[in-house]
């Protein structure tokens, strides 16, 4: 491989394009057609009071500005890891959290040594990281992965009114498009419409990615969840 093909965002795209052709590419978005590797959970009777906890990451979100990440657009991420915090909150959310990932695992599909996601060891429940975004007027996150994790997710804290958020699918999950750059042109294969205290899970391969909204203040929580060793 010539390095210069990495020097630019046209030849990286141009490559993973090479690598995945289009049939190769449909062939991968097959492997993960088990609806068991994705899952949405509507945690609002186990998370604490919402507002409490939108109250709570709006303050963390008060001294950061818009990430170098390249796939969040119109918005902020907080720093350092969320779980760590002590706030009774985000404990009581960490708590939720563990609980429902530990589900999503329990009912995985039996392990097969050829999937990334269905490794035999499948405890403890680890997180490589957690943040919180905060979307603002037109933000959106463009499609992406997270490849050094297992499961990665979407949980909606705050949302905006749908008149404010504009017609569907404005402001929805998208899993399993790729990055426009790579113009392989699959559509999503799940969508996930947002709603308050709602948890989406997902393998943190799959392109993942949110739909521009109209108006408002979107709050979301998100998380890696690290393969097991
Ligand atoms: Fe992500």
């Known amino acids: 491989m010539d390095a210069s093909t990495l020097d630019s965002p046209a030849g990286f795209a141009a490559l993973i394009k090479g690598i995945f052709s289009e049939g190769k590419a449909k062939e991968s978005h097959a492997t993960w057609q088990s609806a068991r590797h994705k899952g949405v959970y509507d945690l609002a009777e186990s998370l604490p009071s ?9 303050a963390l979100h008060l001294s950061v500005h818009q990430p170098l990440e390249q796939s969040l ?3 902020t991420q907080t720093d350092g890891y969320l779980f760590a915090r002590v706030e009774p909150e985000i404990r009581a959310l960490r708590r939720a ?12 599909p039996p392990a097969d040594p050829r999937h990334p996601q269905l490794s ?4 403890p429940i680890r997180f490589s990281g957690a943040w ?3 979307l603002t007027s037109g933000g959106n996150h463009a499609n992406h992965i997270h490849p050094q994790g297992w499961f990665s997710s979407a949980l909606y804290v705050a ?29 999503p294969f799940r969508m996930v419409e947002p ?4 948890l989406a899970l997902f393998p ?26």
């Open 50 to 58: 919402l507002d409490a906890l939108a109250e709570c990451l709006r």
């Open 73 to 75: 657009r119109g918005g």
């Open 97 to 108: 959290v563990v609980e429902a990932v530990r589900e999503h695992v329990a009912q995985l």
């Open 120 to 123: 035999e060891r499948r405890s």
């Open 132 to 134: 919180s975004v905060r």
């Open 159 to 187: 949302l905006p009114d749908p008149e404010q958020r504009g017609p569907e699918p404005a402001g929805w999950l998208t899993l399993g498009e790729p990055q426009a750059e790579l113009q392989l042109d699959l559509p």
């Open 195 to 198: 709603k308050p205290g709602r």
């Open 204 to 229: 943190s391969t799959m392109w993942h990615g949110t739909r521009s909204f109209g108006a408002g203040e979107r709050l979301t929580v998100a998380f890696d969840v690290a393969p097991p060793r």
